[in-house]
């Protein structure tokens, strides 16, 4: 089994910063794609950062500047650091990653439980 778990969510007033952490576990042959997104009250889940194992970056519009997404390849962990939150980043924040379990052919996605990233005006 493979497993996500998130961590570094919070209440934090807007200029703010955070840090997300995500580490996968489990039976893990190889990870693609890793990365962050979120999903606030009756909106739809959106990307936020995704990063590849090559190191390439993926940012959503309207983080670019403001969060910076980083991963640790031996370790199976992305991060991501937000500076200068705005109340309009409060939401839950997903970790999704593309993973090769052992014993299997193809990549599948797996998501974390999320956590919760409040930002109060």
């Known amino acids: 089994q493979v497993q996500l778990v998130e961590s570094g969510g919070g209440l934090v007033q807007a200029g703010g910063s955070l840090r997300l952490s995500c580490a996968a576990s489990?039976?893990?042959?190889?990870?693609?794609?890793m990365g962050w997104y979120r999903q606030a009250p009756g909106k739809q889940r959106e990307l936020v950062a995704s990063m590849h194992s090559s190191g390439s970056t993926n940012y959503a519009d309207f983080v670019k500047g403001r969060f910076t997404v980083s991963r640790d390849n031996a370790k199976n962990t992305v991060n991501l650091q937000m500076n200068s939150l705005k109340p309009e980043d409060t939401a839950v924040y997903y970790c999704?990653?593309?993973?090769?379990?052992?014993?299997?052919?193809?990549?599948?996605?797996?998501w974390g439980q999320g956590t919760q990233v409040t930002v109060s005006s």
């Open positions: 999704k990653a593309f993973i090769v379990a052992w014993g299997e052919l193809s990549t599948r996605p797996y």
């Open positions: 489990g039976s893990i042959f190889s990870i693609n794609v």
